[in-house]
């Protein structure tokens, strides 16, 4: 499998961390200025490179068809130093408590975008939760939760891949983890650590950088 996004938290001792990695989809022309581009801005913004959000207007399993799911693959705004369009194979569903009292928290689950998913045949599989299958049956994409409400996503390597080479396209990996010291209640001392990946052939190429920030003392 190979994953696609996930993020969680953990809390150890006096130090307490936050760990997100996404993935974006360029084509193979734009990868390599895709990721000097956002190595040379040297910030990540956690909200901009998350999975596509869809809250509340859809419905869950009309997601490969329905017009209420926006099919426009590709977002080309220059944001935060980026400087190439770029896809998102990952949508994060949202359905708010208000709209079924049947559900007092809602509802939230990630699944894989539409436009990947219409491509590939993809369908929820109703009888196994967080999976969905292609017309064969097959388990292509898998999601799931972990502790201290941390998600995760997975889609099946080989198919993953060769519709990414098919198409010309390049996955890049995004990754930012906080980290902070915790004295008498307060954070005494933070680092942010981010990074982008990429694949050179079959070797994994990557770069990061990091911020620090200590309390400063009275």
Not at 163 to 172: A, I, R, T
Request: with cysteine; proline share 5%; net charge neutral.
């Amino acid at each position: 499998m190979t994953m696609v996004f996930a993020k969680f938290s953990m809390m150890v001792r006096a130090t307490r961390s936050q760990v997100l990695t996404s993935t974006s989809v360029a084509t193979q022309k734009d990868r390599d200025e895709f990721v000097q581009s956002i190595a040379k801005a040297g910030t990540l913004d956690i909200h901009s490179w998350g999975p596509r959000e869809f809250t509340d207007g859809p419905y869950l399993l009309e997601a490969p068809w329905r017009p209420t799911w926006d099919l426009d693959t590709w977002e080309s705004d220059e944001w935060n130093g980026c400087t190439v369009p770029r896809r998102f194979p990952v949508s994060e569903y949202h359905w708010e408590s208000h709209l079924d009292l049947t559900l007092p928290d809602g509802h939230i689950e990630l699944l894989p975008s539409p436009w990947i998913m219409r491509t590939l045949g993809l369908r929820k599989n109703l009888q196994c939760g967080g999976t969905y299958h292609d017309s064969f049956g097959d388990v292509q994409f898998l999601y799931g939760r972990s502790a201290r409400d941390g998600r995760f996503a997975f889609f099946k390597h080989g198919s993953f891949t060769a519709y990414l080479k098919g198409e010309s396209l390049e996955p890049v990996w995004l990754y930012l983890n906080e980290r902070n010291s915790i004295i008498g209640g307060t954070a005494a001392a933070w680092r942010r650590t981010e990074g982008v990946a990429w694949l050179q052939g079959n070797t994994v190429r990557t770069a990061t950088w990091r911020h620090d920030q200590t309390r400063k003392q009275k």
